[in-house]
């Protein structure tokens, strides 16, 4: 009687005949020497295939190819500059013989314009700026303020004067000047302006003794052209120390009409009355 559950599931003899692994089975599948030979991994396929020294010299897997520069272009540059020319802090970049910011051989060549001040609070005798730099002078009740500042034909300046006046009612009405070379010229300055306070819009056109750059307290900002046959100032100020002047403003040219006589001391500041703030000076060419 046959194993409960195991009667459908006989092996009988004929299906073993029929379906056995024989010896002729065995020999068309098995791993003969003669398959072995023809896709074993030879000697020849290894040459063949092998990473040599010859591909590496020729294709290859070269040190410039693991390069950070190989993989990405710019993943040595920050903004685009080479992080070689990045200065740490503190760190200053000295120019080169001709006074020239060589960043490299090949990028980048540029004259500097940095910003340099320079404290001339008090100085005695005239400096003459270099292009890109600041002179920075100080004054405290003060009606007359020396420059110090030596200047030549061909000279450009920007300057802002800065006055830290309160207002009041009953400042004095007059121009504030910048007396070139220290000194007056009799009607040799024409200023034509244009200005606006509480009361009018208006303008003048009127022939000066120096340069005319503000009015009773100003902040004034102003171009200087130093050419000996043409010396001008143009610039604008806002005015303060009065009723119907808090504030003004006022847009102003003012022109030496002299062609040969040198500009080479910037001058003196005066000022109608008792005035403090400070005033800077840059040189732009």
């Known amino acids: ?66 390069h950070p520069s190989a993989i990405a272009p710019n993943s040595d540059k920050l ?34 314009y940095t910003f340099r001040r320079v404290n001339l609070t008090g100085v005695v005798s005239d400096y003459e700026l270099q292009v890109g730099e600041e002179a920075y002078i100080e004054f ?3 009606t007359i303020v020396p420059l110090r500042i030596a200047t030549s034909s061909g000279t450009y300046y920007e300057c802002d004067l800065v006055s830290n006046n309160a207002n009041t009612d009953n400042s004095v009405g007059y121009p504030i000047f910048l007396n070139p070379n220290n000194t007056t010229y009799a009607n040799a300055f024409v200023c034509s302006l244009v200005y606006r306070n509480s009361g009018e819009l208006g303008s003048n056109y009127i022939t000066y003794s120096a340069f005319r750059i503000g009015w009773r307290f100003s902040h004034c900002r102003f171009i200087i052209e130093n050419y000996t046959q043409l010396k001008s100032i143009i610039g604008y100020y806002n005015v303060w120390g009065y009723s119907i002047d808090y504030p003004a403003i006022v847009v102003f040219a003012t022109n030496w009409r002299d062609a040969t006589t040198p500009w080479t001391s910037l001058g003196t500041i005066t000022f109608p009355q008792s005035t403090s703030g400070y005033i800077l000076i840059r040189r732009l060419r």
């Open 140 to 142: 405290s009740n003060a």
């Open 79 to 112: 903004d685009g500059y080479d992080a070689s020319l990045i200065p740490a802090p503190n760190v200053i970049i000295p120019l080169n013989a001709e006074g020239i910011l060589d960043l490299s051989a090949t990028y980048v060549k540029s004259n500097v």
């Open 1 to 66: 009687m046959p194993l409960y559950g195991f009667q459908s599931i006989l092996i009988h003899t004929d299906e073993i005949a029929n379906d056995a692994i024989t010896t002729e089975k065995i020999k068309d599948f098995a791993i003969t020497t003669g398959k072995i030979a023809n896709n074993a991994i030879t000697t020849e396929k290894i040459v063949n295939n092998a990473v040599t020294t010859e591909k590496l010299a020729n294709s290859s897997i070269t040190t410039e190819k693991f």
